[in-house]
């Protein structure tokens, strides 16, 4: 609340009895409301201004009307002026909560109330609030290294860059082609390990503390554009397993599918070793109520006595990092430290193909790689995975085609990156078009757009490691797409 205060607060309340004239408290002045009501708009009896949640690019319009109405607002940038209208009209009564969103700091916003009543339509006059610049230690987060400005495709331009910051507080950025954050979601007590934008506007994400590894979290948060919870899990609740890590996904609308620790005991005498604890992972299917519906571990498939050098990795023994589900229904797990991909049956749990060393598909010429993040099918139809290159200290995105009949792999493209992008662990790669790429270097703290020889005209400089760089089209964000202007913030 201190920092609200800091950064802005106003309350504003009418009294219309025998007077129209307003009464307005201001608590600071980096929010302005103006305007009074007029008499013959006696409908609208207090409003109260406010952020939503403490997020400093969304306002709620907390307001009192007299009679029972049906609320909406429309508000618009004094710059632009290009014209929003909230999301919905509030239900039939007394006290209503609008929220404003898609707002831009250092910006004045007009706005004006709609009221329903029974065979009539009430609008009040325009009033305005001005919103302040973000704080200063989200504006150092993150700026633009690099930016060829005229070769960037257009798509791009119209989209956002979804990045997520895993210590904490833990926070979500989306930001433009310009660097500006548009969008943001803060967490005290926790960071958000790995996050995923769905189409349909959920956020999905895997949140831990700083106890916790890199990319392992005891909770899952699910929350929509506005910042709202949808779905929490939490460890100790449910059939969560204690730690969870590197992936959470969705199945349908009531399934959640994310990577889980299994550490089990074993005796590795015969392997050279003692009465220890191998550490394993393995694939569980949850549903909305957090009930377990399926479940697969590594352990299933091999046993770890049998695994050479067992001992030397049984703290960390394939570290499984990334998920997806296939055109099929089945599973794909990547495994970093094996450097393989792994095709799971979704229902027996069988291992279908394993791509990559001494993996059981073909592989053809220029298709090896060494290890992999990010997992997927691009629109081209081929499974691509970000190659971290550890060994040759080079860095790629690759993107291979599968015959499953044939049991062979063909290279579709594989994209090396300059060598001062060299990531050797987490990162991604996703085609933004048929001729760009978005990769993030996490360990540069770097988000990269580049084209397929490899050649690149943009760079994001982020002041911690994003564990991927997601892009999301402007088609997919619908009514919370950047609004129009350019101007520095």
């Not at 996904?249 to 392997?271: P, S």
């Not at 790669?429 to 990269?448: E, F, G, P, Q």
Request: charged share 25%; hydrophobic share 35%.
């Amino acid at each position: 609340m201190d920092e609200l205060k800091k950064y802005g607060l106003f309350c504003c309340r009418y009294g219309f009895g025998g007077s129209s004239r307003a009464t307005a408290t201001i608590l600071s002045l980096f929010i302005v409301f103006a305007g009074c009501v007029h008499r013959r708009h006696n409908w609208l009896y207090s409003v109260k201004v406010d952020y939503y949640k403490g997020n400093f690019l969304k306002v709620k319009l907390s307001a009192e009307t007299e009679p029972e109405v049906t609320l909406r607002c429309e508000y618009w940038d004094s710059l632009t002026n290009e014209r929003r209208t909230s999301r919905q009209s509030t239900v039939a009564g007394k006290t209503h909560e609008i929220v404003l969103y898609n707002l831009k700091p250092n910006s004045t916003y007009h706005y004006r109330f709609i009221a329903h009543a029974v065979g009539d339509t009430l609008k009040s006059k325009a009033y305005r609030f001005k919103l302040p610049f973000l704080p200063e230690y989200m504006n150092n987060e993150l700026f633009i290294e690099k930016s060829e400005t005229k070769v960037l495709p257009k798509i791009f331009k119209e989209g956002l860059i979804m990045l997520h910051k895993r210590e904490t507080p833990g926070a979500i950025y989306m930001v433009d082609y310009t660097g500006k954050i548009t969008w943001y979601h803060r967490i005290s007590e926790a960071g958000f390990k790995v996050s995923t934008f769905n189409r349909g506007g959920a956020i999905l994400s895997i949140v831990g503390t700083n106890d916790d590894p890199t990319s392992y979290g005891r909770s899952i948060l699910e929350i929509n554009m506005l910042g709202d919870t949808t779905l929490f899990f939490k460890k100790g609740r449910g059939d969560l397993p204690r730690m969870i890590h590197h992936e959470v996904i969705r199945r349908g609308a009531d399934e959640i599918v994310t990577l889980f620790c299994d550490n089990r005991a074993f005796d590795l005498r015969e392997a050279g070793g003692g009465a220890d604890t191998v550490k394993g992972d393995g694939i569980i299917v949850l549903n909305r109520n957090c009930e377990k519906t399926w479940q697969w571990s590594v352990f299933d498939e091999i046993n770890p006595v049998e695994f050479p050098s067992i001992n030397k990795v049984k703290d960390d023994w394939v570290h499984a990092n990334g998920l997806m589900i296939d055109k099929d229904g089945n599973f794909i797990v990547s495994f970093y430290n094996i450097g393989q991909l792994w095709k799971i049956d979704a229902v027996s749990g069988r291992v279908l193909w394993k791509l990559g060393q001494g993996g059981t598909l073909k592989i053809g010429k220029g298709c090896a790689f060494e290890q992999s993040h990010a997992v997927h099918y691009n629109p081209r139809g081929s499974l691509m995975f970000f190659d971290n290159g550890f060994k040759k200290k080079t860095s790629s995105a690759v993107a291979l085609k599968v015959d499953e009949k044939a049991k062979a792999v063909n290279l579709d493209f594989k994209v090396n990156l300059p060598e001062e992008m060299f990531n050797e662990r987490m990162g991604s790669a996703y085609m933004i078009n048929d001729s760009a790429l978005l990769c993030a270097c996490s360990k540069r703290h770097k988000t990269l757009l580049a084209n397929l020889k490899g050649e690149v005209c943009w760079v994001l400089h982020s002041n911690f490691p994003s564990y991927r760089a997601q892009f999301i089209p402007g088609s997919w964000l619908g009514e919370f797409q950047p609004t129009n202007g350019d101007r520095k913030l």
